[in-house]
């Protein structure tokens, strides 16, 4: 599995941005795909993942304003975020568990969970 983010960029405080993750490679619905972001001078954190049944987890800042989804037949998954704040500037990543599959409840929001990375898209929110 090979993923590609993109979707990033310059926007203002309270604009809108979606973020898409394409995968190459097979068995991409067997898979959770997770968000995760890292801001200048701070570890990389979860954003967001949604295992293979569909079933959503989110950060505690980002609930009731980032949505994320999938469409297994075009092997993407999405990071819809609204309401964007100058806080939520930093580069994003997509991941895909292809070797665990689908993490435990425990483990989703672990980096460690997911063994394939994309290479980020870079979002900057101003004030």
């Known amino acids: 599995v090979q993923l590609q983010a993109c979707g990033g960029g310059l926007v203002q405080a309270g604009d809108s941005l979606r973020l898409s993750c394409l995968a190459s490679?097979?068995?991409?619905?067997?898979?959770?795909m997770g968000w995760f972001r890292q801001a200048p001078g701070k570890e990389r954190e979860f954003v967001a993942a949604?295992?293979?049944?569909?079933?959503?987890y989110y950060e505690d800042s980002v609930k009731g304003r980032f949505t994320i989804s999938r469409d297994n037949a075009k092997n993407t998954v999405y990071l819809q975020m609204n309401i964007l704040k100058p806080e939520d500037t930093a580069l994003y990543y997509c991941?895909?568990?292809?070797?665990?599959?689908?993490?435990?409840?425990?483990?989703?929001?672990?980096?460690?969970?997911?063994?394939?990375w994309g290479q980020g898209t870079l979002v900057t929110v101003s004030s």
């Open positions: 490679g097979r068995a991409f619905n067997s898979y959770s």
């Open positions: 949604i295992r293979s049944s569909g079933f959503t």
């Open positions: 991941a895909c568990a292809a070797r665990r599959g689908n993490p435990i409840v425990s483990m989703i929001r672990r980096a460690d969970s997911y063994d394939v």
